[in-house]
């Protein structure tokens, strides 16, 4: 993998830090670049045109970074308590407004980083993108109930992660696409649920995701998978 390429988008949040810091430490990565609400190249989940605007500084061969073409990009955006809303645990505690942030967070955002981002992954030889799913986004896998919108957006990213996986296929077939559940990891968003002694350290969770990914062979579908290497039902 000497001189490739990776970028991370939502580079601010823990998960996205550590596999910006994986990538940084790596002699072999030549470009490493993460992607926030922060720093001078930034977008935000609900603005298109930020995300738009960052990728046409990456297409530009005249640009700071010369034309960009990633082996590995991985979309760690997300968030599970969302305007201070948590997830719901009783059907009567759903809310339009709710639901629709979730989704917009969870869902919309990724398939529009996807949309934009998807194109700059290198054509020529193998290459990953991957975007942080869950376990609960998980139809068949759903044993108890509760979290509804938090669930629901997730499963709606591994869908649109799928379909978009089928049609990269036919324009880049070395392309490996792949929805990932990191395990609970030691974070603001887990803090609230589990306690830390009970969850992973972040660059242990990116360290064992990359062996994972890394194993990954192209099929012209999505695969969904956790930091152990087990494949999700979807």
Not at 12 to 36: I, K, R
Not at 71 to 84: P, Q, S
Not at 182 to 187: A, D, F, K, R
Request: glycine share 8%; net charge neutral.
């Amino acid at each position: 993998m000497s001189g490739y390429q990776a970028l991370v988008l939502g580079a601010s949040g823990t998960v996205g830090a550590a596999f910006l810091q994986h990538f940084q430490s790596d002699p072999a990565c030549e470009l490493a670049l993460g992607l926030s609400r922060q720093g001078d190249l930034r977008f935000q989940l609900e603005n298109e045109d930020s995300m738009a605007q960052c990728a046409s500084v990456l297409r530009d061969p005249s640009g700071p970074y010369g034309l960009c073409e990633f082996k590995w990009i991985i979309d760690a955006t997300g968030a599970l308590t969302i305007d201070g809303q948590g997830p719901e645990k009783r059907l009567e505690a759903l809310n339009a407004a709710q639901l629709m942030r979730q989704f917009e967070v969870n869902a919309v955002g990724p398939a529009l980083l996807m949309k934009h981002f998807l194109p700059l992954l290198t054509s020529q030889e193998a290459a990953w993108y991957a975007t942080l799913s869950a376990r609960v986004g998980s139809i068949e896998d759903n044993h108890k109930g509760g979290w509804y919108s938090y669930r629901a957006a997730k499963a709606a990213r591994n869908m649109l992660l799928q379909t978009a996986a089928i049609e990269t296929a036919r324009k880049k077939p070395l392309a490996v696409l792949a929805a990932l559940q990191p395990g609970t990891v030691q974070s603001p968003l887990s803090a609230s649920f589990v306690a830390a002694k009970d969850a992973m350290a972040a660059p242990e969770s990116v360290s064992k995701l990359m062996r994972v990914l890394s194993r990954l062979k192209p099929t012209g579908r999505a695969q969904f998978v956790d930091h152990a290497g087990q494949v999700i039902s979807w």
